[in-house]
């Protein structure tokens, strides 16, 4: 027996052992799989900036997809938006290849870190980070240089990431859509951005993560195809409900949460582009909780309405109200941080003398302001949210219920709550 004990002792220790070194091998096999699957990857990706897609054994489709997984990665690790473009020539017996004068005069036209790549034998397509409103801009000095080279008349079909959908199947729908309404008077469109639900942002955002891991992991291009085409027709039928969808939101009639971003950002570049001041109102409506609880939805909801009825006829034509929260409300104006106390306090006395019918009802509430100027507290919209939603928060935290300025001494002990559509973006 006491022979026995240091045999079997001995027998598991040498399992043991067996187990741990087939454990390091099969691990380290997977890391040397992944190691070389990214590297193929990238030579890939590398090899499609030049190379026809036939002469490397695939498909446009194919390499399109491998580019447009690579551009969202990027653009989603950034918190940026791009543009998809395809670039059709009129010119009769026109044949696209990597290698063909149009699509090196687009790829010499267009600027550092744009994309170009082969979309059918009449079509390129170019991958441009940029936001909606600069995208017809850009195209239109690309067109106007390679007309200067080549001599070719083009249209172009634009379509926007993410405020023309969210996956390329969709992008590439809307972009073919503008394509075919392209004219000789008008040869370069961009489709109406409309706005996406809040629910589409999030799978947006989980779409950016499932990008970045078919980047990192892929194993060729037909596994690095993460974007599907669908039939033209479904794409354009799923455009067309998704344009049915108004920019607004439908209770209170100004910008839904999932848009304030875009259009906030936009009008914030052109204050720092004339150099004028301005202000972001981060405004919370008071008592919703005790007013559901009360009176029902029905009444908070007409409550909500009200109170942007207020804003939207008391403030001017171009400040720009949108949804926030569930409760709340952000508003931007071009004014001085003087003139900002002034509206913050005549809003907050409309809002409280005003009277809100629901049903047989009059009821009454209040609201709590918090804000933050240009320059003053921030260089952009992202600061200036944060600096304003701290100003918000500590009022509700304390029961403040009046108009605050942000007050680093006083607000930055509030942590911030940034909110998810509007990212910090360059000054």
Request: charge should be negative.
């Amino acid at each position: 027996m006491q022979l026995f004990i240091p045999t079997l002792a001995a027998q598991f220790d040498l399992l043991t052992g067996a187990f741990g070194a087939l454990a390091a091998v099969v691990v380290s096999f997977v890391a040397i799989t992944a190691v070389a699957s990214y590297y193929r990857f990238q030579h890939i990706v590398q090899m499609a900036e030049d190379t026809n897609p036939e002469d490397m054994g695939a498909t446009p489709e194919e390499i399109l997809r491998v580019q447009m997984a690579r551009y969202l990665a990027g653009c989603a690790r950034r918190n940026t938006s791009f543009s998809i473009s395809l670039i059709r020539s009129v010119r009769p017996g026109v044949q696209v290849r990597m290698d063909d004068p149009l699509v090196n005069a687009v790829k010499k036209a267009a600027r550092r870190g744009d994309i170009t790549c082969v979309f059918d034998e009449r079509t390129v397509a170019l991958f441009t980070e940029a936001e909606p409103d600069d995208s017809v801009g850009i195209l239109r000095r690309i067109t106007g240089e390679v007309a200067e080279q080549c001599g070719d008349l083009l249209r172009v079909g634009i379509a926007s990431y993410p405020g023309h959908g969210l996956s390329g199947k969709e992008l590439t729908g809307v972009a073919i859509q503008g394509l075919e309404q392209t004219t000789a008077e008008d040869p370069i469109i961009l489709p109406e951005i409309v706005n996406v639900d809040e629910d589409e942002e999030e799978e947006a955002d989980a779409a950016a993560e499932e990008t970045v891991s078919a980047e990192e992991a892929d194993t060729g291009i037909s596994e690095a195809a993460a974007f599907d085409f669908e039939d033209d027709e479904e794409v354009s039928g799923k455009w067309k409900d998704r344009r049915k969808n108004a920019m607004l939101d439908e209770l209170t009639g100004v910008l839904k949460a999932s848009a304030i971003s875009a259009y906030m950002q936009r009008l914030m570049s052109e204050y720092r582009r004339k150099k004028q001041k301005a202000a972001l109102f981060c405004v919370g409506v008071n008592n919703m909780e005790h007013i559901e609880r009360i009176h029902g939805e029905d009444a908070a909801d007409d409550i909500l309405a009200g109170v942007s009825k207020v804003l939207q006829d008391n403030l001017r034509a171009d400040d720009l109200i949108g949804r926030h929260e569930k409760h709340a409300f952000l508003v931007l104006s071009q004014c001085s941080l003087e003139e900002a106390e002034i509206i913050g306090k005549r809003i907050s006395t409309l809002v409280q003398q005003t009277q809100i019918e629901s049903g047989k009802k009059k009821l009454k509430t209040t609201i709590t302001l918090g804000v933050a100027a240009y320059p003053d507290h921030g260089r952009n919209l992202h600061h200036l949210y944060t600096a304003g939603q701290k100003v918000l928060d500590h009022s509700r935290m304390n029961d403040i219920r009046a108009y605050a300025v942000y007050d680093p001494g006083i607000h930055d002990k509030v942590p911030s709550k940034p909110l998810r559509n509007i990212k910090s973006v360059q000054a």
